[in-house]
């Protein structure tokens, strides 16, 4: 953990001041004139608008500090044993998903979520019950941290009637309504609009039909990735969100990765967080690889939505340490053997392009090109997608060079994997828990092996769970499936033959 | 009766105190008896009564949509709601119908009943990902946790002279996926009934309106109008007995239809209609009943030929009355070619009345030939 975190209490207040005092009623209001008919009446004319960039703020991305950190956050013990346990649920879960996928057990798409533990936990943890969940295909993580019992997770994965979706749903559909987890969507965006529908539902309850919680409104999470932050839905959610102050966050989970593009490639402008202010609310950066940070945030803003006061997005900037999915080589994130200096780029190039143009005259294409393939497959530096691109289409200096450039460019990637490494959430938070003085080594280490019993005893439950019945394949296509306006006593609530028959008079 | 007297004793409040003085039973009389008249109402004034009913009825119902609310509704159905239920309950939401049909869906996860309303179905094509796959597979998916109590109203197929993008029917889109319903309303009591079940009902709902039907008058008693009035989803009805020849028509095609069977019954012969109401589930019961009795078959819609209502009626009826059947079933539809803009053009791209008649008197007299 850095000495100087990140504390969120107050990045929203130069914003409330602004407003010309114009804040929303606190909650509980059951006031006549609620604070939901007001902003929806008002249609955006005299709505209290962030104009500037001080709603913007970012613990990682140097010359965007909003306010400078003090202190550490403040956590106790229970409750950093509680993150640490949560944590290391989900990546001895998801690895063991890996081992059961290899041997078969698990099928078809699986998405992992090692390295990113921290972002979920950070935010769910500090959810209610009452409180919404709605994430993406890499769903297996939120819905732990939700409280979806291990067993019925990995049941699921297996395909088992015990799983917590009965195995109609999978790895990509998790679904639990006693947890308020709500999906588990395939498409990227699907989940945002639903999420915002969550929280619509959460102000509708308290507004119209009167039906407070105890705490204020209940809050929804949505979860989803840098890529889906180019889609349309977004945007569109992010307007409607701020349009109606539904009690919802919006976090990225921006992992530098949407399969194979890399976020840089795919965004004009790839500070996500920035995409807030221009629809009038909070947009937050914060270091996705620290729990604890993202438990600072994650307050703010979910105490925030609860009081009424609108929408937030935060970006939390984190990593995947596995591939896409169980079935994506990862080569495009492929660590390099050696990092080399520039210069040997450069003299590589000019190698290349001397032996090549040497070749040119003498040989026929199609061994000019294995040639160069040979030769960039050897420095094992390039990936294959520069070798189309550049080497052979024409064998001049300045394409040696282009391509020279652009393994520079990538160059830095070949550090990543290694850099996010070393910020492994987990190990970071048991550092910092054994430098507070908040447990002990072993009790750690107690707590790991609980955890893998927990997960052991969830494989043990799923392979030994029946399949579905085959009955069950045709359930639950309806609610209700005979509907159709039958009453309680069986018969159609409208069995009049006038109805169903006639003779027209045209 | 009451316009006349006041023309002859002049308006004014002297009039109510001297009516009430003396003819008090008289009035009374005069007035139930007017009531006790067929009505009339337009299908928009039905969806309008519907929607009002519901929304009073059940506090977690509310409408979503484009220039549902201050505008009164793209074609006035949901006029006057605005003013009586807040804008709370009657939503005017941006020009994004991928979002607003989601947070509808995501409403309706939560247990509140939404109507979403698209200004036409066509551009529900913006929202189908929202439609398909978290509305109509979400209570599968979930094996059950969760329903989603939504409805999906708006005109549909063809209005006149409004282009290839503006035309299209979706009957058959939407009748393709399981864990829909799909309805088609034709007239005003089918509007009212079936627009009441689909906002009971616990499922996503496909409420396929048409823009040409809205200001049609119907007859409608009074069982239709009391409050409770509910039709069945998945039942078809007969609203014209015949003997020779089955037409199935569905929204505005059933109109068609029924005018077909007049000119028809002129010339000897009797046509059964039915109008499906309910794409999906489809009343396969009824149709195959019907075709048993009269023993041949015309399917009618406005929609594309290919992959339409019409191929899956005859699958159908293939499957349970084959032997029934003594002429191949026919099948009326709109050109397959997207709508185009020229008046000419366009009434040939759809089915008219004239092309029942001609198809009809072929299968009869070919079957006469046999």
Known sequence: MAAASFTAAKFLAPVAARSGGEKAPPLPAGASSSSFARAMRRGGAHHPRLRTALAVSSDVLAGNKAQAAAANPAVTREEALELYEDMVLGRVFEDMCAQMYYRGKMFGFVHLYNGQEAVSTGFIKYLNQADCVVSTYRDHVHALSKGVPARSVMAELFGKATGCCRGQGGSMHMFSAPHNLLGGFAFIGEGIPVATGAAFAAKYRHEVLKQSGPDGLDVTVAFFGDGTCNNGQFFECLNMAQLWKLPIIFVVENNLWAIGMSHLRATSDPEIFKKGPAFGMPGVHVDGMDVLKVREVAKEAIDRARRGEGPTLVECETYRFRGHSLADPDELRKPGKDYFPVSFYFFASLVKFLVLTRLSGEMENGIKASLAKFAVVWYSVVPIELVNETLLSDFSFLSSLHSSYLICQHSDRYDEKSHYAARDPITALKKYIIEENLGTESELKSIEKKIEDVVEEAVEFADASPHPPRSQLLENVFADPKGFGIGPDGKYRCEDPKFTQGTAQV | ?370
Not at chain 2, 128 to 155: C, L, T, W
Not at chain 2, 196 to 220: C, H, Q, T
Not at chain 2, 270 to 299: G, H
């Open chain 2, 1 to 370: 009766m009451l316009g006349a007297a006041r023309r002859q004793l002049g308006s004014g409040p002297m009039l109510g105190q001297v009516l009430r003085r003396l003819r008090p039973a008289a009035v009374a009389e005069a007035t139930r008896g007017y009531s006790a008249a067929a009505k009339e109402m337009t299908v928009r004034d039905a969806l309008n009564s519907a929607l009002d009913e519901e929304m009073s009825a059940d506090p977690s119902v509310f409408l979503m949509g484009e220039e549902v609310g201050e505008y009164q509704g793209a074609y006035k159905i949901s006029k006057g709601l605005l003013d009586k239920y807040g804008p709370d309950r009657v939503l005017d939401t941006p020009i994004t119908e991928a979002g607003f049909t989601g947070i509808g869906v995501g409403a309706a996860y939560q247990g509140l009943r939404p109507i979403v309303e698209f200004m036409t179905f066509n551009f529900s094509m913006q929202a189908i990902d929202h439609i398909i796959n978290s509305a109509a597979k979400s209570n599968y998916m979930s094996a059950g946790q969760i329903s989603v109590p939504i409805v999906f109203r708006g005109p549909n197929g063809a209005a006149a002279g409004v282009g290839a993008q503006h035309s299209q029917c979706y009957a058959a889109w939407y009748a393709h996926v399981p864990g829909l319903k799909v309805l088609t309303p034709y007239s005003a009591e089918d509007a009212r009934g079936l627009l009441k079940a689909a906002i009971r009902d616990p499922d996503p709902v496909i409420f396929l309106e048409n823009e040409l039907l809205y200001g049609e008058s119907f007859p409608v008693s009074a069982e239709v109008l009391d409050s409770s009035f509910c039709l069945p989803i998945g039942k078809a009805k007969i609203e014209r007995e015949g003997k020779d020849v089955t037409i199935t028509a569905f929204s505005k095609m059933v109109g068609y239809a029924l005018q077909a069977a007049e000119i028809l019954s002129k010339e000897g012969i009797s046509a059964e209609v039915i109008n499906l109401r309910s794409i999906r589930p489809l009343d396969r019961a009824a149709i195959n009943a019907s075709v048993r009795k009269t023993n041949r078959l015309v399917t009618v819609e406005e929609g594309f030929p290919q992959h339409g209502v019409g191929s899956e009626i005859c699958m159908s009826v293939v499957e349970d009355s084959f032997e029934y059947l003594d002429a191949p079933v026919e099948r009326i539809a709109g050109a397959d070619v997207p709508m185009p803009y020229a008046a000419n053009l366009e009434r040939m791209a759809v089915p008219q009345v004239s092309s029942f008649s001609s198809i009809l008197n072929f299968l009869l007299a070919l079957a006469h030939t046999v």
